[in-house]
């Protein structure tokens, strides 16, 4: 089996390493549009060896942001600004990838260091849609999506990956996980339609496979697509493990490469089973049942932990978030405990053991 830190080919795109760093919102956009902070943020990671360095949740349209201080692209001028951050990105090593997102009826939100709660009206709130009206906790109740407004939402991802592309992003992720929109038709604890968009687990995909049939149509042949899922509510009558690998296999039909395994965010106060790469089975088992690669997340921090995941085949890729931000050069540390030697940049080669 391929270890951490040999090359993983998809499509036509070859990752250094199968070290991703995961999107994590940083709230630090104006309009959307990225800035230093993100380029010296994201810069770092690709500097510090990781084979993919992928862009937070970037919403396909204004309401769809978590907050108003998230990452867009819905205009052009995004799409530049962005494009100076891909360059460099590729200038040391990195694949660059960007997830696109809706966030639903988890819209309209302060940022976490403001306490996260649902904007008022004076702060600029705005109308939630979700699937149904159900709301997430003591959110405000969202507005029912109609079906135009969901084909016109599959049109927005659809123009957001054609942005992507011209700000020149080697893959595309699509995020139907942590309670957002897609994730929302998914699961029957936030979908109560009975209409081709509810009810059935045939009729809750129709809208996320749309969007990722979508986008797979404007993003080139050689390029990768992923989705993020949540591969368990961890609630019962929720969507299931199960559900996710047969959700999996209708992602591989549409064109989708790898399947991003994380869990939960619909509804609150769930309790996880929280522990080393407790999600690593929910990978593990959507990629023996239905062959499409994975990439799993969740408390991986140690290098040989990492390297196990892949070597015993449980995953194909690990994706890590707060061991990123604790430290920016995690894979370059983590091949000189696993005996690696890897390539430095040449400006901290005399850093170099």
């Known amino acids: 089996m391929p270890g951490l830190f040999d090359p993983l080919v998809i499509r036509e795109t070859m990752f250094r390493n199968r070290i991703f760093v995961s999107p994590m919102c940083q709230y630090s956009s104006r309009d959307g549009t990225p800035n230093d ?18 862009v937070e949740a970037t919403a396909v349209s204004p309401a769809g942001r978590i907050t108003p201080a998230d990452s867009g692209l819905w205009s052009s001028g995004q799409a530049a600004a962005f494009r100076r951050i891909v360059d460099f990105l590729r200038e040391n090593g990195a694949i660059a990838g960007i997830q696109l997102a809706h966030a639903g009826r988890k819209a309209s939100t302060r940022p976490p260091w403001e306490g996260g709660a649902p904007l008022s009206a004076s702060e600029g709130a705005w109308e939630t849609v979700a699937p149904s009206a159900v709301a997430f906790g003591r959110y405000p109740s969202p507005r029912a999506l109609t079906g135009p407004e969901i084909d016109r939402i599959v049109g927005d991802f659809a123009a957001s990956a054609e942005l992507a592309l011209s700000a020149g992003f080697d893959v595309l992720e699509l995020h139907m996980a942590h309670g957002y929109l897609l994730h929302e038709f998914l699961s029957p604890l936030s979908n109560r339609r009975d209409d081709a968009w509810g009810g059935s687990f045939e009729n809750r995909i129709r809208f996320p496979l749309r969007v990722a049939a979508a986008a797979r149509a404007v993003w080139p042949e050689g390029r990768p697509v992923l989705v993020r899922i949540s591969a368990t509510d961890w609630v019962e009558e929720g969507w299931t493990a199960e559900d996710s690998v047969r959700f999996a296999r209708e992602l591989g039909r549409a064109g989708v490469d790898l399947i991003d395994c994380s869990s939960g965010g619909i509804v609150p106060g769930v309790k996880i089973p929280l522990e080393p790469g407790y999600q690593v089975p929910l990978a593990a088992r959507v990629r023996r049942e239905t062959g499409i690669a994975t990439a799993a997340v969740g408390l991986i921090t140690e290098p040989a932990q990492a390297q196990l995941i892949v070597a015993s085949g449980e995953a194909d890729a690990v994706l890590l978030a707060r061991a990123e931000l604790r430290d920016p050069y995690w894979p370059l540390h983590a091949a000189r405990a696993l005996g690696v030697d890897v390539p430095w940049p040449n400006q901290y080669l005399r850093a170099k053991d």
């Open 37 to 54: 902070w993100h380029l010296v943020h994201l810069g770092s990671r690709a500097v510090g060896g990781a084979g993919l360095v992928m």
